[in-house]
């Protein structure tokens, strides 16, 4: 019980040093943004996990808090400026 009490607050934990401004794109457009700046870098960073959020927002029409949270954090960690790389 104390485990998942534990995960809960966790999940509900807010994320730290987000831009304000990745609350203003849909999950679509970060994910687009995140796939357009892979492309034209020369950074490895595995697409797979971006592509479940993607395809799960695309067959549910939503995503969880915990999915949009963790697109927000790979935007924060590489410093991609999603207006900049939305084609």
């Not at 987000?18 to 595995?46: A, L």
């Not at 695309?58 to 995503?63: A, F, H, M």
């Amino acid at each position: 019980m104390n485990d998942q009490i534990k995960n809960i607050r966790k999940i509900l934990k807010p994320t730290k040093n987000i831009d304000f401004n990745t609350c203003h794109y849909s999950v679509d457009e970060k994910c687009n943004s995140i796939y357009n700046w892979n492309r034209n870098n020369d950074v490895e960073f595995d697409l797979s996990f971006v592509e479940s959020i993607h395809d799960y927002y695309l067959s549910k029409g939503k995503c969880s808090y915990k999915q949009t949270a963790s697109l927000d954090n790979i935007i924060e960690k590489f410093k991609i400026d999603v207006g900049r790389w939305l084609v």
